[in-house]
């Protein structure tokens, strides 16, 4: 059973940074894409990044390119997702989603995950200007 659990949310103020963690178990990363979703109240989810275990690639959208960076740790069985200079709207429940590759590119697997893939609990991320 693939398990995911996000942490690492919080309250920061405009131009902060935070990091979250999204720790995974019952899959394998080499075979799989792990993004990370974001949903404000009102507002459309949005996939923020997403990385390809078998070579790590990582795609975003250009909402926060430049600014988030996704990144693993298979020793840890965790990925990261950094994100910089943090603005009022980046404030929303953020949730890490990991699916099978099936040779997407990472582009391609964030499209693809929110709807074949398994969900990790949310962690919320306000911003306050």
Sequence with gaps: EVQLQASGGGLVQAGESLRLSC???GL????????WFRQAPGKRQEGVACITGNDGA???PDSVKGRFTISSDNAKNT???Q??????EDTAKYSCVAGLRHGLTAAQA???IPFMGSWGQGTLVTVSS
């Design 83 to 88: 994100m910089n200079s943090l603005q009022p």
């Design 110 to 112: 964030l499209s693809v």
């Design 58 to 60: 990582t795609y975003y």
């Design 28 to 35: 394998s990363f080499d075979e799989s894409a792990i993004g």
């Design 79 to 81: 990925v990261y997702l």
């Design 23 to 25: 720790e995974y178990s």
